[in-house]
C-alpha cells in the first residue's frame, strides 16, 4: 500500500524526526505515520556488518534551499543520518515487503484464484509476518537472509521516506490552500528534479546508488510517484522520465568500468533495484509517457559503426546487462510477463566496454542532463515565480523548494489560503525553524 495523501486539509508539524525513524517498518507497511518520539532505532538495527569510508569532503555547491523550510530540513536531516557515525548508513537492510503495490491483486486483470494463491504461499515462504519490525525481516541486514529480494540501503530507505514529506509540502490541499491547478503535480516534478541533482552531487557510488534506489521504487508509487507526469506539459514530463532513465544506466555503466556489476559483488541489491528500474518504461506506457525517442549512437559519438539506443526504451539495457553479468533481477510480482514484453522489442544493445570510459559518458547523460536544465531547469514561470513575490530561481536552476509551501513567506501563503489567514501557525513556523519536518499523519 502506497502512502496516502493526508484526507485532512491542514498539514500539522510532527515533532522533530527522528533517524532513522524511516526504518523499513514505515517503509515495509508504507501507512502514513505521525513520527511522535523518537524511534529506539539504534537499539533495533543490528549492527552492521560493513563499513564504508567516510565520504570525502564535499565540493561547494549552490544551497538549493530557502531556509527555514522543511525541504532544508528533510535534507539536512538526510546528510546528518549520513554522517553522524551512528549506524553505516550503506549497509543493506531488508524489508519484508516491496515499497510499493507488488501483487497480481493491484493488476487490474484478475488471476484465477488458485494461481494466486499459489503464488503467495511461494512468495511468503517461512518468513514471519511483518510485524512493523519486532521480529520480522525489518529490522534483518541483507546477510540474514540472503534469498529475500527486497533489500535498500538504510540511506535510500530514509531518502525513499523523504520523498513522500517534500510531496506533501509541495500540496496546496495540506494547507488549505490555492495556488494553481498544477502546483502539487509541478512540485512532485521538483522533487524530481532535486533527485537527479542529489545523484549529480553525490561523492560516492554509495551516495549515487542510494538514490537509485530510492528514486526507483518512488517512482513505482501509483500516487507521488507519478504525480509529477501529469503536469500540463506533456514533452517536458517524458524528458525528466528520459533523463532518469539515462542516469540509471549512467549508474550502471559506471558499476561496469569498476567491475561493481556482478552477482556477488558488494552492490547486494542489484537483482532487485534493476528489475525496478526495468519495470518502469512499461509502468509509464500507461501515463502516456515513454513511448518514443528518436535512435542514439551508444558510445562515443565518433566511434565508427556505433551501435544504437532508444533512450525511452531503457528497460532492453537493464535487461541486457542482467544477462551479461549474470544478475538474477527479481522482487516484482510480473517480473516473466515483463521480460517477455521486452524480449518482443528485442534485447537491447550495450556499449563495447573498451568505450565505456568515465569521460566517454556511454549512455550521454551529461550531455543530456545540461540540455534539460537549459530547456526544464526553471519550469514553466509559474514553477519559479507563481504567487512568489520575487522570481527566487536563477534560469536554468532545477529543483530546488519554490514549490514548497513552508518556504513561502507569511504573506504569500495568507494571499493564497482559503480564509486568507497564514495556515502555519507561530508553533509550526517555530518549529520548522528549529528542524522539524511536516508529518505524514
Ligand atoms: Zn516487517
Request: charged share 30%; hydrophobic share 35%.
Amino acid at each position: 500500500m502506497p502512502p496516502k495523501r493526508k484526507s485532512t486539509a491542514k498539514a500539522a508539524p510532527a515533532a522533530k524526526k527522528s533517524r532513522p525513524s524511516t526504518d523499513a517498518e514505515s517503509v515495509a507497511s508504507a501507512e502514513p505515520e505521525t513520527v511522535e518520539t523518537p524511534a529506539p532505532a539504534a537499539a533495533q538495527q543490528p549492527a552492521a556488518t560493513t563499513t564504508t569510508k567516510a565520504a570525502p569532503k564535499k565540493k561547494a555547491v549552490p544551497s538549493r534551499w530557502t531556509i527555514p523550510s522543511c525541504s532544508a530540513n528533510i535534507a539536512a536531516q538526510y546528510k546528518a543520518f549520513l554522517t553522524d557515525g551512528k549506524q553505516d548508513p550503506f549497509a543493506f537492510a531488508l524489508m519484508c515487503d516491496a515499497p510499493f503495490s507488488n501483487s497480481d491483486e493491484d493488476d487490474e486483470e484478475d488471476e484465477d484464484e488458485e494461481d494466486t494463491a499459489i503464488n503467495k504461499e511461494k512468495d511468503d515462504g517461512d518468513k514471519p509476518k511483518c510485524d512493523g519490525g519486532k521480529k520480522c525481516y525489518c529490522t534483518q541486514l541483507y546477510d540474514d537472509h540472503p534469498e529475500h529480494p527486497y533489500v535498500m540501503t538504510r540511506a535510500a530507505k530514509s531518502m525513499f521516506m523523504d520523498l513522500f514529506s517534500h510531496c506533501e509540502v509541495r500540496d496546496p490541499d495540506n494547507f488549505s490552500m490555492y495556488t494553481f491547478n498544477d502546483h502539487s503535480a509541478y512540485g512532485a516534478l521538483e522533487v524530481l528534479q532535486n533527485l537527479i541533482l542529489d545523484f549529480e552531487e553525490a561523492d560516492t557510488w554509495q551516495e549515487k546508488w542510494a538514490v537509485c534506489e530510492a528514486l526507483g521504487c518512488f517512482l513505482k508509487n501509483d500516487s507521488y510517484g507519478t504525480l509529477a507526469s501529469r503536469i500540463d506539459d506533456g514533452e517536458g514530463a517524458d524528458a525528466t522520465w528520459q533523463l532518469m532513465g539515462r542516469m540509471f544506466l549512467s549508474m550502471l555503466a559506471q558499476f561496469e568500468r569498476d567491475g561493481l556489476l556482478a552477482a556477488d559483488g558488494p552492490v547486494k541489491n542489484l537483482g532487485f533495484i534493476m528489475a525496478v528500474w526495468m519495470s518502469i518504461p512499461s509502468d509509464m506506457r500507461g501515463y502516456g509517457l515513454l513511448e518514443e525517442s528518436k535512435p542514439e549512437p551508444l558510445g562515443p559519438v565518433k566511434a565508427k559503426g556505433a551501435k544504437k539506443w532508444w533512450p525511452h526504451s531503457f528497460d532492453r539495457q537493464i535487461l541486457a546487462y542482467a544477462r551479461k553479468y549474470d544478475i538474477a533481477l527479481k522482487g516484482l510480482h510480473n517480473l516473466d510477463d515483463l521480460v517477455q514484453e521486452i524480449e518482443a522489442e528485442g534485447e537491447g544493445e550495450l556499449p563495447d566496454p573498451a568505450h565505456n570510459t568515465a569521460k566517454s559518458d556511454v549512455f550521454h547523460y551529461q550531455r543530456e542532463l545540461t540540455r534539460y536544465k537549459q530547456r526544464y531547469g526553471s519550469g514553466p514561470h509559474f514553477m519559479s515565480t507563481y504567487g512568489r513575490k520575487k522570481q527566487t530561481k536563477p534560469k536554468s536552476a532545477m529543483g530546488g523548494d519554490n514549490l514548497d509551501l513552508t518556504a513561502w513567506t507569511p504573506a504569500e501563503r495568507k494571499a493564497a489560503a482559503y480564509d486568507k489567514k497564514d495556515p502555519l501557525g507561530k508553533k509550526e513556523l517555530d518549529m520548522i525553524k528549529q528542524g522539524a519536518v511536516m508529518s505524514r499523519g
